[in-house]
């Protein structure tokens, strides 16, 4: 089961440090979920995480070797990335995008396989969209869309999966929909998943490792109910908030306070 993990990692964009000497070690086989207001690095850490970001500083290594250093082929098939907005041409169908996810396993002496056949077919019932196979992508909901797109990561079975805001646009219950689905592939499929939401509860409830940020530092680290507490929360949110347990899944559940009234 492949380790990731980032050494005094420094992250810029023009010249710009977003990440600052940032050290962390993702939990194999968890959901570990980045936190953090706006602009405090969350997506450029998961960047720098799959080698889309050169570090300024420090090193990002894959089982002890510095990422710089790990082939594209074997690293494709160990890190899986879905960006925030990914993009597909225009009318690919359903099977014909989530099969892409199985080109870093092709070589010119290894073409399409009854293996390929099999683990396609396996991630789209897994996400729940192999009824949608023949459709076209543009055909489809928000969150029916994000199912394939994580199909498509799924096929690409690699053990560590990085997902940027994958309920981003969705209403509640998609969101819900999504997470969950996220969860089951953690939990069947023993992936190590990392994403990032801006959801502080949504964060709490599905995480087992939480890793907040601020201005591109880590604040806090743990578990949700070391990380989630009125003081981090006030620190990284600039929120006055009382944390109490979720009466459904006893994970912290953030209430913040209301800002006093004017009235008379």
């Avoid at 225009?90 to 199985?102: C, E, N």
């Avoid at 997902?163 to 998609?174: K, N, Q, R, V, Y």
């Amino acid at each position: 089961m492949t380790e990731l993990r980032a050494d005094q990692l420094t992250l810029a964009y023009d010249g710009r440090a977003v990440v600052h000497e940032l050290s962390v070690l993702i939990p194999r086989q968890q959901i570990t979920v980045i936190v953090g207001a706006n602009a405090s690095g969350k997506s450029t850490l998961l960047r720098g995480l799959a080698r889309l970001l050169t570090p300024r500083g420090g090193a990002v290594y894959l089982d002890d070797v510095d990422l710089s250093k790990v082939s594209a082929a074997r690293l494709a098939t160990q890190l899986g990335m879905l960006p925030q907005q990914p993009v597909a041409p225009d009318g690919i169908t359903v099977a014909d995008l989530v099969g892409r996810g199985r080109h870093p396993h092709q070589r010119w002496f290894r073409q399409w396989s009854s293996e390929d056949e099999r683990v396609v077919s396996s991630a789209l019932a897994a996400t729940g969209v192999a009824e949608l196979a023949d459709r076209s992508l543009d055909e489809l909901s928000g969150g029916q869309r994000q199912r394939v797109w994580i199909a498509l990561a799924l096929a690409q079975d690699a053990d560590t999966m990085l997902l940027d805001e994958p309920t981003t646009f969705l209403d509640l219950a998609h969101q819900l929909e999504i997470l969950d689905l996220v969860q089951d592939l953690n939990r069947k499929h023993h992936k190590t998943i990392v994403l990032v939401l801006h959801d502080l509860n949504l964060a709490a409830r599905y995480a087992d490792h939480l890793i907040a940020l601020k201005d591109g530092r880590i604040a806090a680290t743990g578990t949700p109910t070391e990380v989630i507490t009125p003081a981090t929360v006030a620190t990284v949110f600039n929120l006055t908030a009382q944390v109490i347990p979720d009466p459904l899944t006893n994970t912290p559940l953030v209430i913040p306070v209301p800002r006093p009234t004017n009235d008379s």
